[in-house]
């Protein structure tokens, strides 16, 4: 079993930044892939970063230029840098793990408006 835990959504306005972390314990070792998922209102889940325990980095079209993926394997902690928001970019984050197994963490509210 893996547990993840999420911080750094909330409120900020249109060209802001906010940074997520999400940090990863349990039965971690071997290869493996954390990343973000978002979902917004009435829409379904999308890949928006993902990045291997070996540093191969993966972006959806819409964060590429804005956001940036990052990870610290001796916490098992990954990390999204938000910048550039826009009012489109407001949705339940979600982090997840893929290992052994797949994992999601709770989510985390990112609200981007004036």
């Known amino acids: 079993q893996v547990q993840l835990v999420e911080s750094g959504g909330g409120l900020v306005q249109p060209g802001g930044s906010l940074r997520l972390s999400c940090s990863a314990s349990?039965?971690?070792?071997?290869?493996?892939?954390m990343g973000w998922y978002r979902q917004a209102p009435g829409k379904e889940r999308e890949l928006v970063a993902v990045?291997?325990?070996?540093?191969?980095?993966y972006y959806a079209d819409f964060v590429k230029g804005r956001f940036t993926i990052s990870r610290d394997n001796a916490k098992n902690t990954v990390y999204l840098q938000m910048n550039g928001l826009k009012p489109e970019d407001t949705a339940d984050y979600y982090c997840n793990f893929r290992g052994f197994g797949a994992y999601w963490g709770q989510g985390t509210q990112v609200t981007v408006s004036s």
């Open positions: 990045i291997s325990s070996g540093g191969s980095i």
């Open positions: 349990g039965s971690i070792f071997g290869i493996n892939t």
